[in-house]
């Protein structure tokens, strides 16, 4: 008997409240049920976040692959200016010369981080991990450039 004017008070107070509503009963109770369903699976979300957090090791590993990414880049970066600042235009003659300007500079770049490595095989992670952070660099220059022209234009 509680629970049904519980329920009549609170359709009665939402449409009260919020005239413009008019909800019935049953869609009441289908809000009600969406709500705890959502609460469930923030609950589920939740649990599962607090079980999958890193421990402190993985977290030193994460930081240290991110150093690890930044040098390999950083140095990409400086053998590849270095290699191209040296042409007469500062730019490669053919896109095949640019290729293997390219390839020759991730080569460099991977056996500097590895100097104190037997040097034989490259890790496909590092060469991933390179293509991936180049992709983002030129994404962000092209953001950066966007942003210029749109300032210029206003």
Same mark, same amino acid.
């Given at each position: 008997?509680?629970?049904?004017?519980?329920?009549?008070?609170?359709?009665?107070?939402?449409?009260?409240?919020?005239?413009?509503?008019?909800?019935?009963?049953?869609?009441?109770?289908?809000?009600?049920?969406?709500?705890?369903?959502?609460?469930?699976?923030?609950?589920?979300?939740?649990?599962?976040?607090?079980?999958?957090?890193?421990?402190?090791?993985?977290?030193?590993?994460?930081?240290?692959?991110?150093?690890?990414?930044?040098?390999?880049?950083?140095?990409?970066? @400086?053998?590849?200016?270095?290699?191209?600042?040296?042409?007469? @235009?500062?730019?490669?003659?053919?896109?095949?010369?640019?290729?293997?300007?390219?390839?020759?500079?991730?080569?460099?770049?991977?056996?500097?981080?590895?100097?104190? @490595?037997?040097?034989?095989?490259?890790?496909?992670?590092?060469?991933?991990?390179?293509?991936?952070?180049?992709?983002?660099?030129?994404?962000?220059?092209?953001?950066?450039?966007?942003?210029?022209?749109?300032?210029?234009?206003?």
């Amino acid at each position: 008997m509680m629970d049904k004017q519980l329920k009549y008070f609170s359709l009665r107070l939402m449409n009260n409240d919020m005239p413009w509503v008019n909800l019935t009963q049953e869609e009441v109770n289908d809000l009600r049920n969406k709500k705890f369903e959502l609460t469930q699976y923030g609950k589920q979300k939740l649990r599962k976040m607090m079980n999958d957090n890193p421990t402190i090791d993985e977290m030193i590993d994460e930081e240290a692959r991110r150093e690890r990414s930044n040098r390999i880049l950083e140095r990409y970066n @400086h053998f590849y200016t270095l290699e191209c600042s040296g042409l007469a @235009h500062g730019t490669p003659i053919t896109p095949e010369f640019q290729q293997a300007m390219a390839l020759e500079c991730m080569l460099d770049a991977l056996r500097c981080e590895n100097l104190n @490595h037997e040097f034989d095989m490259v890790p496909t992670a590092d060469i991933n991990d390179l293509i991936e952070r180049l992709y983002q660099q030129g994404k962000d220059y092209l953001e950066r450039v966007r942003t210029f022209q749109e300032e210029v234009q206003k």
